[in-house]
């Protein structure tokens, strides 16, 4: 009997993940360089092509479903995490990733997206952070920082901003990470580990909007400077940045400090990165750094931890209750209880 040829699955390329519309963006917008590292990486995870989908909500970055060559769905104003729970249940076999912004995600979507992540439902998040409204022309976000000059705070924000990580450090997020659109590398690895995290994954990606917030970002993207306030969270690593001289963080009582190693030796006392914890206070002190002055902004991996997700729990339960009450009927669930006609 002749055994029946099977050709392997075609390997896929960044082209495959390429959508014939054209990217509607600012020249020179942040956008771009997240789009291209999504295409690139998509490609390395081994997942079928028709098994994603890319669910926005509403913002220059929720333009992005069209953008990829994937199933989408360009839903509501901060309502992606709701629908993309349902694909999740619907169908667990999907890779489901939403795109946000830290108006839509922060600002109207803020209820919706600490639940996704409370829940620990299995979808990657990643929030587009310029700290301004790109897509209605310029007026403050939740992100802004306090005293920024908008067409909405002509006298300066009055608002203190929205620490996106610490949010989602807050609502029990078990993979939260942050990276910079000017660091193709950086972020391309972190959507990798994003993507094979088992549970909700919340990146926070620094991207420049060259309109409206241009160079928000500088510290941490200007080549002279980013050594200086850059601090690369890396496990089993310590906690340095700089290089002349070499600093380091270490703990003083419930606070992080900066401390010189001008001999470039690393100390005892200087900490050491772990994401594992499974308590978030340590991971929490990491996320607070990013507003406070003469301290270096974490860029990288916070937390990195595992448990059970929403759908697991979902589906144990049904498990359990047809194991106790057999398969059921949706007519007679329909028909149970107080019922009437009208005629």
Known sequence: MATQHVDPPKLLTKEDFASDQEVRWC???????????????????????????FVSGIGCSSRFPYYVNTYGIHSIHGRAPTIATGIRLANPELS???????????????????????????????????????????????????????????????????????????AGATFVA??????????????RRAAEHKGVSFVEVFQNCVIFNDGAFREVTDPKEKWEHALYLEHGKP???????LKGLHL????????????????DDILVH???????????????LTYKEDMPIPLGVFRSVEKETYEEAIFRQMEQVKKMKGQGDLKSLFLTGDVWEVS
């Open 27 to 53: 020249p020179g917008c942040g956008d771009y360089a997240i789009l291209a590292t999504i295409k690139r990486v998509l490609p390395e995870l081994g997942i079928p092509r028709e098994k994603f989908v």
């Open 96 to 170: 489901v990733w939403i795109v946000t912004g830290d108006g839509d995600g922060l600002s109207i979507g803020g209820n919706h997206l600490i639940h996704i992540m409370r829940r620990n439902v299995n979808v990657n998040i990643i929030l587009f952070n310029n700290e301004i409204y790109g897509l209605t022309k310029g007026q403050y976000s939740p992100t802004s920082p306090r005293g920024q000059v908008t067409r909405s705070s002509p006298y300066g924000s009055i608002d203190e901003p929205f620490n996106p990580v610490q949010v989602a450090l807050a």
């Open 178 to 191: 942050r990276t910079v659109d000017r660091d193709t590398k950086h972020m391309a690895q972190i959507f």
């Open 239 to 245: 906690l340095v940045f700089g290089k002349d001289p």
């Open 252 to 267: 003083n009582g419930y606070h992080l400090e900066v401390k010189e190693l001008p001999d470039g030796q690393v100390t």
């Open 274 to 288: 772990d994401e594992t914890l499974m308590d978030t206070a340590y991971a929490t002190l990491l996320s607070e």
